[in-house]
């Protein structure tokens, strides 16, 4: 099995990770696909005037309901599209992807991780806002929305049908992917590897938490986006609370080194150890494991905030400006806090072995561990149930792709294989798993961001509408008195 990841990762490699600088900077290099993210949520910050700032507040008034209207269309609630994003990305991408960056990037590749996250603000309410405009209501009830929906038919309304569709369909094969790799076998990969060090059954026995773990998320993702939502709202802010405050608590512990982590932080960024690969190594570690972890201009959660009831499509795009500022600013920057004052990040530390390893997951478990000599147990606990959450999201997402393509009837066809490929995932290495799954997700980027720049402009139209009405009084109006 390692042998074909292996295949595959170079085949994808050599195709979109190639180096922009064409190895005329020595000792560092930049991957196509990274450099494409990096533009663009540059560009479109600068393009909507900073709305991940200006709207901020908008946007939580918007997810406590204040301007939900009698009018509004859709599947599920804004809070439960935001949970249901939230769950696929709050998980090991902050547990695991952080630690991984901060032991191959150092320190500094916090800092790069954290400004990925602001400009991801920004293409996630580009890419949610489009795929509300062009999301699409199946004769069945359900809602075909996301990056597949906006570059088809938008493309199309551009006079780009054929361009439109080869892109859409690049998409949906690279999420069906992506769900199958970052979603679900290294989920289940990165679990298994902290699991295994509380219960040793599980070391001796890793298939049997690949059955275990299949069987629960069947039963969940049979029952479609209704219950993947209702069981990710209730898990997810749980989830969150729980490892804030532990974060918080080691933190306090280790209140006099927390000065010295953020100097640390600030000046590796841009004077990173040789080790680090430069400033650009850095840089590729931080803006890499964002993506990794918000997802912003992938577009995969478009999939599941084109189900949102709302009457604007830029209000749920505002909504997901959340998305990134909770799970990469935040929570992503308290565990590499955790991680830098406690140390277990030196590859030639007393953890040396899940460093060379890249197991992140058991690494995160270790520097909690350094304060809380029982909270490993806690931690290999939610980190499962991290990992559970991710891979119900992602289902949906791969699930929608794939009816994209062949069709409503063959669902069933890929829950079976998604099934199938967590129980895969408990008997491959983690080294493997994670380069397929940073390779699958991120070049999920290359169509989505195409689409984008072409469909700015209703996104801007759309946008400068809904500021207008705010302004007048009219969207207070119109908003349902509780």
Not at 8 to 20: P, Q
Not at 133 to 150: S, T
Not at 386 to 413: D, N, P, Q
Request: with cysteine; glycine share 10%.
């Amino acid at each position: 099995m390692d042998t074909i990841f292996e295949q595959i990762n170079s085949i994808l490699a050599s195709v979109f990770f190639f180096d922009i600088f064409f190895g005329q900077i020595e000792g560092s290099s930049m991957p196509f696909i990274v450099a494409w993210l990096v533009a663009g949520g540059l560009y479109m910050t600068l393009r909507f005037g900073f709305i991940n700032i200006r709207m901020f507040s908008h946007a939580y008034k918007i997810l406590t309901g204040k301007y939900r209207t009698a009018d509004d269309e859709g599947e599920i609630t804004p809070f439960q599209s935001l949970t249901t994003a939230l769950s696929a990305t709050v998980g090991l991408g902050n547990i695991a992807g952080v630690a991984i960056a901060i032991a191959i990037g150092g320190p500094g590749a916090t800092f790069w991780m954290i400004l990925a996250g602001f400009f991801g603000m920004t293409l996630k309410f580009t890419e949610v806002t489009l795929a509300q405009i062009y999301r699409e209501k199946r004769p069945d009830g359900r809602i075909m929305g996301g990056a597949m929906q906006y570059l088809s038919k938008g493309l199309a309304a551009k006079g780009h049908k054929h361009l439109g569709k080869v892109l859409a369909m690049l998409f949906a094969f690279l999420a069906i992917g992506g769900s199958l790799g970052a979603g679900n076998a290294f989920q289940t990969s990165q679990a298994l590897g902290a699991l295994s060090d509380r219960v040793p059954f599980f070391a001796d026995y890793p298939i049997a938490f690949g059955l275990i773990m299949a069987v629960i998320v069947g039963f969940v993702i049979i029952g479609g986006i209704k219950r993947i939502a209702s069981t990710a709202e209730k898990i997810v802010p749980l989830m969150v609370f729980i490892y804030l405050l532990a974060s918080l608590w080691i933190l306090a512990v280790n209140a006099s080194a927390v000065p010295g982590a953020i100097a640390t932080i600030f000046h590796e960024a841009f004077a990173p150890s040789a080790a680090a690969g430069g400033i650009i190594g850095v840089l590729v570690q931080g803006f890499k494991r964002a993506a990794f972890s918000s997802e912003a201009g992938i577009g995969s959660a478009a999939i599941v905030h084109s189900t949102a009831s709302v009457k604007y499509p830029v209000r749920q795009g505002m909504v997901a400006l959340y998305e990134p500022f909770i799970d990469t600013i935040v929570i992503c920057t308290m565990t590499a806090l955790v991680i830098v004052t406690t140390g277990v990040y030196d590859p030639s530390g007393a953890f040396a072995d899940l460093v060379a390893a890249k197991q992140g997951a058991a690494l995160t478990a270790a520097a909690y561990g350094t304060v809380i000599s029982w909270f490993p147990i806690i931690l290999s606990a939610s980190i499962v149930l991290f990992a559970f959450s991710t891979m119900i999201s992602w289902s949906y997402y791969g699930e929608r792709s794939w009816t994209y393509l062949f069709g409503e009837k063959y669902t069933l066809v890929y829950k079976l294989i998604f099934i199938s490929f967590t129980i895969m995932a408990s008997v491959t290495s983690a080294s493997a798993m994670l380069e397929f799954s940073d390779l699958l997700i991120l070049t999920m980027a290359l169509p989505n961001i195409i689409g984008l720049y072409m469909l700015q402009g209703d996104v801007k139209a759309n946008l400068d509408l809904y500021l207008q009405k705010w302004k007048s009084g009219e969207l207070d109006a119109e908003a349902i008195r509780k």
